[in-house]
């Protein structure tokens, strides 16, 4: 026992995020690491995801893919929860090809009135 618990005679106070439960797990899929996280911890303001891809189960729980191909994601989706039930969604925005977000034409042509 600690020498500060003696002295006071108070028992040491448990985190709440304890008592709540378990809020956060991991599991290995086709050599996928997923991390489950409960809603609860999902909603807080200061949550940052641990993973680009994610699902959200029926039962409210977010299962992060620690991947860093979508197709691998969605595969190892299919074989948690069977072919075609879920999507896997990115949770950060990706890096678009060369860097353009948007194209323009390169006459002027279509632009009269």
């Known amino acids: 026992m600690d020498e500060s618990v003696k002295e006071s005679g108070e028992e ?7 008592q709540q ?5 991991n599991m290995i899929v ?9 809603y609860e911890r999902f909603v807080d303001y200061e949550f940052e995801p641990p993973a680009t891809f994610f699902t959200r189960s029926a039962m409210g729980d977010y299962y992060f ?8 994601a969605q595969e190892a989706c299919d074989e ?3 072919k075609r039930r879920y999507t896997v969604n990115a949770s950060k ?16 042509k279509g632009q009269r009135k």
């Open 30 to 38: 086709l050599g996928v690491r997923i991390t489950i996280v409960q």
């Open 65 to 72: 893919y620690h991947v860093r191909n979508r197709a691998k």
């Open 93 to 108: 925005i990706q890096k678009g090809r060369g860097g353009l977000t948007c194209t323009g034409t390169q006459t002027r």
């Open 12 to 18: 040491p106070q448990e985190d709440p995020e304890d």
């Open 80 to 82: 948690l929860f069977g």
């Open 21 to 25: 439960g378990p809020q956060v797990s």
